[in-house]
Each structure stands twice: as structure tokens, then as C-alpha cells.
């Protein structure tokens, strides 16, 4: 390798997503350690990017954010073909070497790869690291055509339901990945059933949190608020099983118990979730506040007293790992990884999914017990500052780049 440091690049679909700060974490956090990482992405959301309080400062990072053309929409792709010269032109041997492994395929799809491929051809980077397995079935060519390693994260959805009706569908990755990364167990649990046979090189990185940035209000146990205050964040999908948490709100308002339930969040949902709480008469006691800024959310941790995830299917799930650093105790289910990330009985209650009887009776309990509470949620805290730093998730990161990078000789 010819550079002093490895040039790695990102691929997402979107970038940034305020939901996902993992990404930019990672990304920020390889810089730090001086990899000269990039990040690709189908669409760049400036909006975002400006409401990012870790990049909007910074037009040397935006630099290393480059955007691929679009060939949905003929007006899209009009407009990013200069852009898409100006980086054949800065690179053209490259791009000419690229045509021509190209030309077997025809010369409109050669075009058009050489269209979509622009921003890697500019980049030349060592190690692909595609961040969600579902955008990589179709582009493990890019190794043998860049000369690049391949690295490839699952992180729930992809291998929970994306191509469940083609029994192959990622055994292009299992075949051409140089590494693979999953969240947790149960992922690569999923991994091998759908296919992979354990004989790539892997790692189990599980997301991390900042706890500086999460900083819990103080608890005493004591009871304080005669209401409790459950709170849910995340998007309002079907996977996230917000149906079953407001049927879990309603026998405990039929059963007497005092409490407000907070669902922080937006998406597909919203207008079916609206319909269930106005159904179960439910408006008195059930906010949908909708999507709301990092700072805002942190009101809302600081303000609860119990945090609800009724997941129906989930990789690891980040916010129940900041609800556990804001000192939370969580009820959610046995949904794939959850188990892995919620220590049942010590820092929460893990129930089983699509049971709201069971969600009920657990935060019913936590409702008469205030010290509970509080121990749950200290252990938390404590569990989240030994197994999910960021410093451990990068290392991870770093050490998973070299040793792809070093068994494939590159």
C-alpha cells in the first residue's frame, strides 16, 4: 500500500441521518486516529448536515463526503454529470481502467456504472466498508474492479427481512466480502441461517454511546413524581411495535395506575398509532410529539422515569442503549439482539415480543417501585460505560480494517 494511511470509504444510502449518529461517529472517530476515511452516499441531506452540531462547522468534512448520481430521475442525473466528468477527468487513468473491465457488460452498462462508480474511481480507496448489508449484493464487484477489499455490516433489518423470499439473495456477499461485521450475536445467528458459513473474517461490534453527551437527571429514589413517565424514541414503524405499547398503556390506565407515556419519533406510523390512541381513549395520557433535536430528546431522558421499547424485530437498537446511559430502566422485548443489550432483571425487564400483558405487568411493577427504578437505571449506566464506549467501537473498527487489509495482502 502506497499511502501512509489507508483510505477507507463509507457507503450509505443517505448521509447524514440524525437517527443514525453511529455513522458519523465512526466516521469522525477514524479521522481522529488519521485513516483517511470518506463517506459515499446516494443522497446528501444538507439539511441535516447543518443541524449536525459535529459537522456543520466544518467545510474540510465536507470534503470527504461525495455524492453518487442519480439514475432514477433523467433531471437528476443531467444535473450531476458535471460534477461526475470533473471526477473522470481528475482520475482518467483510472477511469479508462475501469471502462475497460467494464466493456464485457455493453456499452450502456458500462456507462452507467462508470456514471455510478465516479465518486470511488476519485477516491481509489483501500477498503469498501458498505455500512448496511443490503446495499452490497449487487456491488461486490467493486473489489476485484477497484483492487479494494470489502467489508460489510449488518445491523438488523437487512438480514431480518430484506430478500427473506430468495434464499441466496446475500450469497454474493457471503462469497466476496473480505469481512464482515454484525451488531451481536443473534445477527450472526441470522447470518448463518440465511447462508454464511462462517469462514470469512468477522467481528461482533455492538453500537456504542457517548455517555458525556448523555448525562442523567438525578435520581434518588424516592418516588418524586406521583405519575409515572414512560417514554419511547425511535421511528414510527411497524418493526418498533408502538400497536402493542398502547394496548400495554391502556390496561394499566383501565388497571389505575397514574402515568403519561411520551413516544418521540416520526414515520410511517404516525397516522395509524394517532388512530389506535383516539380507539383506546387513550389522548389524556399518550403524547406523540413527533421527531424532535438531539437537545430535546435529552429533556425528555432526563424527564422519565422508565423507558418503553415493544420492538417486534430489532438488531441492537441505539436509543435503548442512551436510555440505559441516562440511567432508564428499560422495558422491551426478546426481539433479536435486545437481549443482548438489555441485562433482563439487572438493568430492565426483557419480555416477550407481541405480548402487551406482559409489557404492562412489567411497568406496573417498576410503578410501585421506585428504588427499583433507580438501582435499574444506575446499573444501566454503569453496564453502558464498561461494554459501549465509543473508543472500544472504533478500536474494533481499526483492528477489523487491518486485519482485512493484512490477510489479503494488501
Known amino acids: 500500500m502506497s499511502r501512509l494511511s489507508p483510505r477507507v470509504a463509507l457507503i450509505v444510502p443517505v448521509f447524514p441521518v440524525l437517527s443514525e449518529t453511529f455513522i458519523v461517529r465512526q466516521w469522525l472517530g477514524l479521522i481522529e486516529r488519521g485513516w483517511d476515511a470518506h463517506v459515499v452516499c446516494q443522497r446528501f441531506d444538507g439539511g441535516a448536515w447543518r443541524r449536525t452540531e459535529a459537522l456543520a462547522a466544518s467545510s474540510v468534512l465536507r470534503r470527504r463526503v461525495h455524492e453518487v448520481g442519480s439514475t432514477q430521475s433523467v433531471v437528476r442525473a443531467a444535473l450531476h454529470l458535471p460534477r461526475t466528468v470533473i471526477r473522470w477527468l481528475g482520475s482518467p487513468l483510472a477511469t479508462f481502467g475501469h471502462g475497460r473491465k467494464l466493456s464485457s457488460k455493453g456499452l450502456a ?50 438480514l431480518n427481512y430484506v430478500g427473506l423470499d430468495d434464499p441466496d439473495y446475500y450469497q454474493p456477499v457471503w462469497a466476496g466480502a ?28 455492538p453500537p456504542a454511546v457517548d455517555s458525556s453527551r448523555f448525562q442523567p437527571a438525578p435520581r434518588d429514589g424516592s418516588g418524586g413524581e406521583a405519575s409515572l413517565r414512560i417514554l419511547s424514541v425511535g421511528r414510527l414503524e411497524w418493526k418498533k411495535g408502538y400497536d402493542y405499547a398502547l394496548r400495554a398503556i391502556k390496561q394499566l390506565v383501565d388497571d389505575g395506575v397514574a402515568l403519561s407515556y411520551t413516544l418521540v419519533g416520526a414515520g410511517t406510523e404516525l397516522q395509524s398509532l394517532a388512530y389506535a390512541r383516539h380507539e383506546l381513549g387513550l389522548e389524556q395520557a399518550v403524547r406523540l ?8 430528546i435529552l429533556e425528555h431522558f432526563q424527564q422519565a422515569d422508565v423507558f418503553l421499547h415493544p420492538a417486534v424485530s430489532e438488531g441492537f437498537c441505539n436509543a435503548v442503549l442512551e436510555a440505559q446511559a441516562m440511567e432508564l430502566p428499560v422495558v422491551t422485548t426478546d426481539a433479536d439482539g435486545l437481549s443482548e443489550n438489555v441485562e433482563d432483571g439487572v438493568t430492565g425487564f426483557v419480555v416477550a415480543r407481541r405480548d402487551p400483558g406482559a409489557l404492562a405487568q412489567r411497568l406496573e411493577q417498576l410503578s410501585a417501585d421506585p428504588e427499583l427504578r433507580c438501582r435499574m437505571g444506575r446499573a444501566g449506566r ?29
Open 109 to 158: 452498462e458500462m456507462l452507467k456504472r462508470l456514471y455510478l462508480d465516479a465518486p470511488l474511481l476519485a477516491i481509489q480507496p483501500d477498503l469498501i466498508h458498505f455500512e448496511f448489508g443490503s446495499l452490497a449484493p449487487r456491488r461486490m464487484d467493486l473489489g476485484p474492479l477497484l483492487d479494494a477489499r470489502i467489508v460489510v455490516s449488518f445491523r438488523g433489518f437487512d
Open 178 to 205: 473480505d469481512g464482515l461485521h454484525f451488531l451481536g450475536q443473534d445477527l450472526l445467528s441470522r447470518a448463518e441461517s440465511r447462508g454464511y458459513r462462517n469462514d470469512k473474517l468477522s467481528r461482533l461490534i
Open 289 to 296: 410529539v413527533g421527531s424532535r433535536p438531539h437537545g430535546e
Open 382 to 410: 454503569s453496564r453502558v460505560m464498561e461494554h459501549f464506549r465509543p473508543e472500544q467501537e472504533i478500536t474494533a473498527f481499526e483492528q477489523l480494517y487491518r486485519d482485512v487489509l493484512a490477510s489479503t495482502g494488501a
